[in-house]
């Protein structure tokens, strides 16, 4: 559904920034992993295509509120990084595919890196609602690009944190902390997100463990809903044959094992209505 | 006084003229979760092809002033899918569905429309001749009168006559009117335009072409001056014939104005990825408009910029007596 909400609060957090939104209608729908899509730039704006963000907390303060991290990437979320305490905010949502929860209470790592992070946080909620034990591997390329370590330490049995520079917990990437994490934990689940290399580097070190893994990717969306066909990536269906998805309804969530990550940006040969198959070159 | 907003394309009657435009309304069902679809003029399909098709390679889109660059490149399930499940989806619910079908070949485009003549639930079938024509070095059928109105006459001969045929042009051409009317005389009931204009954007941190395929289709409320101007000629030329204009419509004074030029339908595309809610907005907003300038009929201000200078405006008499 569509809301025009109204900005509470913002905050910076290191590299970050956070608006808290008056969004009744989005808030009680939303489950973790789900996202919204924001109106940029006012009313008589060039910006033409609103901007996806995960949902990070939700309240039921003022009738229902989300918040959303970001950081700043283009004009986009220049304007958003601008929005003051009772500023409007038009959004969509709740859209896309939340998480599966597992039914028993088993052991969940939570790999996040950069932004990527923030949509862990409501997932780790339910989890622990549900008696899972819950552990998190966040990182980033420096110390303020890390999110949510605090909260992390307070929830969280463990937390390991990366950085790329070295600045904050061990030097390197998630995915290299990931293994002893695993192994440590016992772990019988991964959910991760972050950036594309991210998630295929943690859906490798999950499938050598041969632990299910869930991983929200992040395509470029014109619509957020279903109906552009912008956001498309080679995912593995049911039946073992390779089509090109739509992150924004059949995702953001996925089986990483079912995501052809070497094959993004590409139309895998053998996906369905590959060019070589009817007719080509069309559009 | 609500203003009558019936329209028509050819003879079928529409009960608004706002409809959506090809391939930016999905299947249907990921807009009926925001608004019922009954309430459209009609809904444009995405144009369906033969065979299953993949599409381009990501990243597809990127934005541009006032605007969205995209090469999707006609992704879709191909005519046996979208038959079983997309059109029997919406016409079991009685929405009225005009199917758009593309193809490489003349014989892809006279296939589709021989899989569409017993297909329940086609009020009308939309021709996108913005199509690579295989037969011809890839150079698509809407450039040139000549080969689009081979593919308009195939299609028109094979659909049963009920089922008016709407020939969609593209805006990349030298002569849009002879375009059109080779449309015409190969038996288009009535035309849509515009299609993307072509465009292009370099991503100047990478320093390559923002979308994979290099270039892609232009859309959004840059275009809608060409948009105008086009149904401005045609209908200029071709006075009778029904046209449904596209590009760049936002808003209810937006699609006034392809009304005004000689549209007597107009289709929103890309602003339903800003606002699911487009069409009903847009409707609502040029029925207002209408409504404050006088009208009673919608029909009556289809091409009423074309009138002279000067010329008094066709305000109804009982709205200037009191
Ligand atoms: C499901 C999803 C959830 C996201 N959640 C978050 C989040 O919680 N926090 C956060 O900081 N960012 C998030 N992003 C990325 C965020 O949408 C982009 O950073 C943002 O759109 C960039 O807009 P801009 O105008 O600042 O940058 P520009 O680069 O100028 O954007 C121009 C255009 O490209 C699109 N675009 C560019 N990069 C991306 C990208 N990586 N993903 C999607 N669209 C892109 C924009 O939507 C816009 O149309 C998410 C993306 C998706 C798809
Ligand atoms: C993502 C996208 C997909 C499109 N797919 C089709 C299509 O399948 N067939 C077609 O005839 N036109 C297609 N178009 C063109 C639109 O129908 C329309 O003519 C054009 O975008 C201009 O209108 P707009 O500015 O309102 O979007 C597409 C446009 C976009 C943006
Ligand atoms: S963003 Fe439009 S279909 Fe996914």
Known sequence: ?283 | MPVDMRTFLAHVELATPVLTAAGCAGSGRELAQFFDLHRLGALVTPSVTMAPRAGRPTPRMTETPSGLLNAVGLQGPGIDAFLERDLTWLAQRGIRTIVSIGGGTVAEYSALARRLTDAPGVTAVEVNLACPNLEDRGRVFAREGGAAAEVVASVRSILRGDVPVIAKLSPDVADIVAVARACVDAGADALCMINNPLGMSIDTLTLRPALAAVTGGLSGPAILPLAVRCVWQVHEALPGVPLIGVGGVLSGSDALQLILAGACAVGVGTALFHDPYACLRIERELEDLLQARGFQRLADAVGLAHRPPGSSPRIPLEENTP
């Open chain 1, 1 to 283: 559904m569509q809301v025009t909400g109204t900005v509470l609060t913002t905050r910076r957090v290191d590299a970050f920034h956070a608006l808290t939104v008056v969004a009744p209608g989005i808030a009680e729908r939303t489950r973790p992993g789900h996202f919204v899509t924001v109106a940029v730039g006012g009313p008589s704006t060039s910006m033409l295509t609103r901007r996806a963000l995960f949902v990070h907390d939700v309240k039921p303060d003022y009738g229902g509120t989300v918040e959303l991290v970001f950081t700043v990437r283009g004009p986009g979320t220049r304007w958003l990084a601008d929005r003051r305490a009772r500023d409007p905010l038009d959004l969509v949502g709740p859209l896309g595919r939340p998480f599966p929860v597992p039914r028993d209470p088993v052991a969940c790592v939570l790999v996040g890196a950069e932004y990527g992070s923030a949509v862990l946080f409501p997932l780790a909620d339910t989890l622990l609602a549900r008696g899972c034990r819950v552990d998190f591997v966040l990182g980033g390329a420096g110390a303020e690009r890390v999110f949510g370590a605090m909260r992390a330490r307070r929830v969280a049995q463990t937390t390991t944190l990366t950085t790329e520079d070295g600045s904050l917990g061990l030097r390197g990437r998630v995915a290299d902390a990931l293994p002893s994490v695993i192994a440590d934990t016992r772990a019988d689940a991964v959910y991760a997100c972050g950036p594309m290399d991210t998630l295929r580097e943690v859906t490798a070190v999950a499938m050598k463990f041969d632990i299910p893994v869930q991983v929200v990717v992040e395509e470029a969306m014109a619509c957020g809903v279903g109906i552009c066909m912008t956001c498309v990536l080679p995912v593995i269906g049911e039946d073992g044959t390779t089509r090109m998805v739509r992150a924004c309804v059949e995702g953001p969530v996925f089986r990483g094992e079912r995501v052809r990550f070497e094959d993004v940006g590409t139309i895998p040969f053998d996906a369905i209505g590959a060019p070589g198959g009817g007719a080509r070159h069309a559009g």
